[in-house]
T-cell receptor, first 115, second 113 residues
Framework: AQKITQTQPGMFVQEKEAVTLDCTYD???????LFWYKQPSSGEMIFLIY??????QNATEGRYSLNFQKARKSANLVISASQLGDSAMYFC????????????FGQGTELSVKP | GAGVSQSPSNKVTEKGKDVELRCDPI?????LYWYRQRLGQGLEFLIY????????KSGLPSDRFSAERTGESVSTLTIQRTQQEDSAVYLC???????????FGQGTRLTVV
């Protein structure tokens, strides 16, 4: 069964510094997709970045990059040049199957950016 | 519509009553997901619909929970005989087969008193 784990309940980072949020996953399916979402205190779910299991290069979207280490089954989110507005809950998610299949979420990491 | 729409945004109900939560996905999205998020917790998968395939109901916590979707349109999540532990935000999301990420609605905050 697919499983996704975020081991950091909370993280602090100084404004303008980089931060890495950890995510590990477990699946026996060779085809899968990995996602990161941001949930501010307002409650909306904001899609940040996607990595497919066959993608050769790490995904990047602006200040967000995904450090994909397939052999270690990890998909860490790196946020560069943190901003106060980055303070939020961050969820890692996985889908078995690249485009079809249920989407399972980790427990989340609460990121606080300090001025 | 432009985004995923959920209604009502807030629902307060008495213990033991039935409730229906509605989700209107983005037009053309074949996949639809329901999640439960308790206060300060992660997203708990409930059910997944993909087109006309049989839904994946593996996350429904009890037989009090059920969901329906007609084709690729609106979905309804029904909770029968509500309990206080059902209090949570219920989130709906949809996605297409051409773009993998799921787009979320604003959620329905359910409070059982």
């Amino acid at each position: 069964a697919q499983k996704i784990t975020q081991t950091q309940p909370g993280m602090f980072v100084q404004e303008k510094e980089a931060v890495t949020l950890d995510c590990t996953y477990d699946t026996s399916d060779p085809s899968y997709g990995l996602f990161w979402y941001k949930q501010p205190s307002s409650g909306e779910m904001i899609f940040l970045i996607y990595q497919g299991s066959y993608d050769q290069q790490n995904a990047t979207e602006g200040r967000y990059s995904l450090n994909f280490q397939k052999a270690r089954k990890s998909a860490n989110l790196v946020i560069s040049a943190s901003q106060l507005g980055d303070s939020a809950m961050y969820f890692c998610a996985m889908r078995e199957g690249l485009l079809r299949g249920k989407l399972i979420f980790g427990q989340g990491t609460e990121l606080s950016v300090k001025p | 519509g432009a985004g995923v729409s959920q209604s009502p945004s807030n629902k307060v109900t008495e213990k033991g009553k039935d409730v229906e939560l509605r989700c209107d996905p983005i037009s053309g999205h074949t996949a639809l997901y329901w999640y439960r998020q308790r206060l300060g917790q992660g997203l708990e998968f409930l059910i997944y619909f993909q087109g006309n395939s049989a839904p994946d109901k593996s996350g429904l916590p009890s037989d009090r929970f059920s969901a329906e979707r007609t084709g690729e349109s609106v979905s309804t999540l029904t909770i029968q005989r509500t309990q206080q532990e059902d209090s949570a935000v219920y989130l709906c999301a949809s996605s297409s087969l051409s773009i993998g990420e799921a787009f979320f609605g604003q959620g329905t905050r359910l409070t059982v008193v």
